[in-house]
Each structure stands twice: as C-alpha cells, then as structure tokens.
C-alpha cells in the first residue's frame, strides 16, 4: 500500500477483554514501531522490530502487552485483560533501512482505543 | 534524563504574523532534534529535521545546544500551518527511539 494502514481505527471493549491490533507497514521497511498516545500527549515508545525480531520492547508497560511480527511486515500488538487506562491511540510507523538512520518515520492514522 | 518540553500547548497567531513554537530539551550526550506536524485529519508526518539544516513550509529551527532548544519559526504564518506540532528527540546512541514532547496545537487567525 502507499503508507501505513492500522485496523481496526476505533476499537471499544469491555474492561477485562483481549484486543488485537493490526499494523500493516510501508513496503520494504524493515524497521516497525508501535506508540501509544494519551489525550494531550506526545507518542510514547512501546516497542521496535527491525524486521522480525523484538530490537526493544522495554516502553511496553507491563506482561498484559505483547506484540508480534512473524514474516518481518505485518505487526499485531496484543493486550490482555484491558484495563480503562488502556484507553488510548496507538501508533504504528515504518522506517526503511536508509530512513531509519534519518529518524524520518512514516505513521499510520493510529487505532484508538476505548476501555469501558 | 531525557525529556523534551514544548511548554505551549496551545498557541494562537493571527495570518500574516511571525510563529515561533518552543522546544526545550535535555539530553546529556549530542541529540537529533526533529519538528514533526500533524494536521487536521491527517497522520503525524515529519516537518524537518535539525541536521538537514532546511526550511520546509517556510519554516526553520536551529538547535541552540547552550540555551538546549530548538525552536520552530516562521515569519508570517499561513492559515494552513494550522496544526499539532511536536518536537521529537534521539540521542546519537539510538538509531530509532524518539522522545516526544507533548505536542503545541497552533492555530492561525484570518
């Protein structure tokens, strides 16, 4: 695709469920990063691919968090037992190789997520 | 530590008058300043970058490591700059993890 697709864009669950949260990354780019961005906030770092491997995943906040890139394109971010302060939009970018070194990186439109 | 201060969340300018968007940071080794925009309805989207030295849109910021800032300027600003603006960080031992600030939301006046 031309840019960073994330589905679903608007997620609402129950406090306690299981959320999927899917990243499809710009062609080519081997570096994938997830943030999470509270209401008048900035991203804040949740975890780094470079290409299929976990290169950082030490802003994920606590074992309920848990994200995955088994073929090195395709990201899921997975959170269990949601909590209300999980409530938040969440972030995918892409960097290529080249691009990486650059610090340009490409976002998706996000997935916002609501925890009643 | 490294933090990165936008101390305006919101500034308000009319058209045609100069914009300066405040970027505080602290860092204690060499950083990478970048200004990321995002407009409305639009994803977050780099704006420029301290290294390249550019003026993208009219606009220029120049990393100032005694006073630790990097400022985003614009002489007269356009209706269209209306926007999120954040200024991100990266230290030079780090290819890939950006400390964001908190965002300034500028709106320009007709």
């Known amino acids: 695709g031309a840019g960073v697709s994330q589905t679903p864009s608007n997620k609402v669950t129950e406090k306690g469920k299981y959320v999927e949260l899917r990243c499809d990354p710009i062609s080519g780019h081997t570096a994938l990063y997830w943030y999470r961005q509270s209401l008048g906030q900035g991203p804040e770092f949740l975890i780094y691919f470079q290409g299929t491997g976990a290169a950082d995943d030490s802003g994920l906040p606590n074992d309920r968090f848990f994200a995955v890139r088994p073929e090195g394109s395709v990201s899921t971010l997975k959170i269990q037992r949601t909590e209300r302060g999980d409530s938040a939009m969440y972030l995918c970018a892409s960097s290529s190789l080249t691009r990486k070194n650059t610090g340009e990186l490409f976002f998706g439109e996000g997935s916002r997520l609501t925890v009643l | 530590a490294q933090r990165v201060t936008q101390p305006e969340k919101l500034l308000s300018v009319f058209k045609g008058a100069p914009v300066e968007l405040k970027c505080n940071y602290s860092y204690s080794g060499s950083p990478e300043l970048f200004w990321y925009v995002q407009y409305s309805r639009q994803r977050l989207q780099l704006l420029l970058r301290?290294?390249?030295?550019?003026s993208i849109k009219g606009f220029t910021a120049d990393l100032n490591k005694g006073e630790t800032s990097f400022h985003l300027k614009k002489p007269f600003a356009q209706e269209e700059d209306s926007a999120m603006y954040y200024c991100?960080?990266?230290?030079?031992?780090?290819?890939?993890?950006?400390?964001w600030g908190a965002g300034t939301k500028l709106i320009i006046k007709p």
């Open positions: 301290h290294i390249s030295r550019e």
């Open positions: 991100a960080l990266r230290g030079m031992d780090s290819n890939y993890q950006l400390i």
